[in-house]
């Protein structure tokens, strides 16, 4: 009796010395989890995947992804009883014994998946004491994983030949694939080339690969998983000695999600669509077809403000191809007019048909000019928005106000990178472009005006993450006013306007160059479509004579063009004229005719006097309408026949005193001086 118990104590306390052991020395698990980030779309299609340590090939395998064929026939080859055996089976150990007594050599292996496993996470020499320790860490494993994770580890470090690791990424190079799509040939090839991955591989050994697959496929016909039929059919089938490349369609997506990814064994679903992605990069890499320059274009749906189609660089032989252009702030350009005038909307200064002055005006040091410096005199807000005028944008910034108006765009996410000397002054600027800001940025205030003023921020997976609340940027009724706007301004050269066609995308767009060319962007959105299209070069190089609508407006048309969910036909709109009120937004009417070049004081110089010069294009505005007269030191200047422009020549250089007259005998002075330019 005090044997008995003798031998029961040391029992208990030999299992509690495991017990203790087991949980002192764990197997090497958290290694087994380390795999290759994947990107999908969102359908699961891949679009790009990052090696692991030794530029590794490692997909994570998962069992519900992987052909039942396949499961069945590895465990009827290399380990029968998978099922019933705790990490070891004891069957086979004595199988391998005996063999190795009779034989002298081991004929017979006694490694079961498990075991297989453990040798794939810490490699050791082929000894006894190796096998030993196999063994105790298969039995380790087996107490912590079911027989399922255990198989979904086995076929994610199964090796396949050169750098590729498990079943998924062998399916894909060797076969492109999945591993739900596999023949009966290829899940026997498959199975054969971890035994002796090297020697076997298709791409380099097709003839030892078609040998060694054939005797798993008889193995398998002999075990009665495959039919007399099924065998023969496998055999015929060629082995491909072709090798595919992984998948990289939207490799700076991939960097900039797999940035935010803090856990190993990771596929990331984003909410990339496959076929928008490939058009958007297709016709970026014809866009950029001479290489001199790049493209970033951003696709979101609106109603889930997703991110449809991500492109960064048009690729990696242009310039700067290797740096994601839609997270880069760059100067906007005109593309915030929109919002300066949604913002004088819903503060009740002004509405669409509002009139609003386009003159040489100064704001302090600041003095804007049009990018043709031509002036028009009192303008219509919808005319001076369609037509990108600088000088009203700048008025109705004053108005609306610098911090106010940077403030309500930077609480929608949208960052404003303003210039570090920024005064109240300058910063009127930002009506033109005198801040950064980024492509994403730009697709949350656009998308903005589609969604009625509600902004949110971008989503880039398809699922998961809690739903962002929106901020409202302005009214929906300024929105809809902007966006009527919008729809009507000029289409690019060759463009037909969408009320002319058919089930064609109502675009809302704007256009926006930085200053000296540097920056060509086009903004647009339709109501299930934002697309923000960025045209440059990354080093800031200008490409004089590259305006938003010459270079980047095309390329948002091409991107529309390729989505559907076209909206329904819509017919031109007359703009209304302004409610009794806000008839005039900044400026007035003037009783007398305007002098709007030359502007009182100025100096003007000129290259040659007399007729050999270019000579001075006068421009005033009336109220009237009717025509006006000029005239110089009280000598009348007389219209061209051919433009009806009136343009001074200059004799001498000297003081001058101009006079304009409209035909009731109003007038208006400058007094200009004229200089000879060096």
């Known amino acids: 009796m005090l044997r008995v118990q ?36 969102k359908q699961g299609q891949w679009l790009s995947a990052y090696s692991v340590e030794d530029g590794r090939w490692r997909i994570k ?29 004891p069957i086979a150990v004595l199988r391998a014994i005996r063999s190795w007594g009779r034989e002298g050599r081991a004929v017979s292996g006694a490694s079961t998946l498990t075991m297989q496993l453990v040798r794939k996470l810490e490699p050791r020499p082929r000894t006894l004491r190796s096998k030993m320790i196999e063994t105790i860490r298969a039995v380790q494993i087996e107490m912590r994983l079911s027989k399922r994770e255990i198989l979904e580890l086995y076929l994610t470090h199964t090796p396949y030949g050169g750098n590729i690791e498990g079943i998924a990424a062998a399916s894909r190079i060797y076969f492109d694939k999945s591993p739900r799509q596999l023949t009966d040939a290829q899940i026997a090839l498959l199975i054969a080339l971890p035994q002796s991955p090297e020697a076997r591989r298709p791409d380099r050994h097709p003839k030892i690969a078609t040998q060694t697959r054939n005797e798993i496929l008889q193995k398998v016909h002999k075990v009665g998983l495959l039919s007399d039929i099924q065998y023969r059919e496998a055999k015929e089938e060629r082995v491909s000695s072709k090798k595919y490349a992984f998948p990289n369609l939207a490799w700076l997506t991939g960097n900039k999600l797999k940035s935010h990814v803090r856990e190993w064994n990771t596929k990331i679903i984003s909410s990339l669509d496959t076929r928008i992605q490939s058009d958007v990069a297709r016709l970026a890499t014809s866009y950029t077809y001479d290489k001199s320059f790049n493209v970033a274009v951003l696709v979101i749906d609106n109603k889930t403000m997703k991110v449809r189609a991500h492109l960064g660089s048009a690729g990696r032989d242009r310039p700067g191809g290797w740096i994601d252009m839609t997270d880069r702030p760059r100067s906007p350009g005109s593309t915030l007019k929109p919002f ?14 509002s009139f609003i002055l386009d003159a040489p005006t100064r704001f302090g040091s600041y003095q804007p000019e049009n990018f043709d410096r031509r002036y028009h005199g009192q303008v219509r807000i919808f005319e001076a928005l369609g037509h990108s005028l600088n000088v009203p944008a700048v008025i109705a ?21 303003k210039p570090t000397q920024l005064n109240s002054e300058t910063g009127l600027a930002l009506a033109l472009g005198g801040a950064g ?39 929906p009724s300024s929105a809809r006013k902007i966006t009527d706007i919008l729809r009507q301004a000029p289409t690019p ?37 934002t697309v923000i299209v960025w045209v440059g070069r990354p080093d800031g190089a200008p490409r004089v004579g590259k305006t938003g609508r010459q270079a980047a407006a095309p390329l948002l048309f091409d991107v529309f063009s390729n989505l559907g969910n076209t909206a329904k036909d819509r017919h031109y709109q007359k703009m209304d004229t302004a409610p009794r009120g806000l008839q005039i937004f900044g400026g007035h009417v003037a009783s007398s005719p305007e002098i709007l070049f030359p502007p009182d004081g100025a100096e003007l110089a000129v290259s040659a006097f007399g007729a050999q010069g270019h000579g001075l294009t006068f421009a005033a505005r009336s109220n009237t309408g009717a025509a006006l007269h000029w005239y110089v030191d009280g000598r009348p200047v007389s219209p061209q026949a051919s433009s009806g422009k009136s343009i001074w020549h200059p004799q001498e250089a000297g003081f001058y005193k101009v006079s304009v007259v409209d035909h009731q005998g109003a007038s208006s002075h400058a007094r200009v001086r004229v200089m000879a330019f060096d």
Not at 340 to 353: E, M, T
Not at 397 to 417: E, M, S, W
Not at 446 to 463: D, I, M, R, S, T
């Open 340 to 353: 300066i005038y949604g913002f004088a909307f819903d503060d009740g200064l002004s509405a669409p048909g």
């Open 6 to 41: 003798k031998w029961v104590r040391m029992a208990v306390l030999v299992g509690i010395g495991l017990l203790l052991a087991n949980a002192a020395f764990p197997p090497p698990l958290d290694k087994a989890y380390n795999t290759s980030v994947l990107v999908t779309d």
């Open 437 to 475: 800001m980024t492509v994403e940025d730009l697709a949350i205030l656009y998308a903005a005006l589609a969604n009625e003023g509600h902004a949110k921020p971008l989503v880039w997976l398809e699922q998961g993450g809690k739903c962002a609340q929106a901020y409202q940027l302005m009214s």
């Open 61 to 89: 395998a998962a069992y519900d992804d992987i052909d039942s064929r396949f499961i069945a026939q590895l465990i009827a080859i290399e380990d029968k009883r998978f099922y019933r055996h705790s990490g070891v089976d």
């Open 397 to 417: 910034l004053d108005k609306v106000g610098t911090d106010r108006f940077a403030a309500a765009l930077n609480l929608t996410g949208a960052k404003i990178v």
């Open 493 to 529: 050269d060759g463009r037909v306007p969408h009320w002319l066609t058919r089930k064609s995308h109502d675009i809302a767009y704007k256009t926006g160059t930085s200053y000296g060319f540097r920056d060509a962007w086009a903004a647009g959105y339709t109501d299930a479509w």
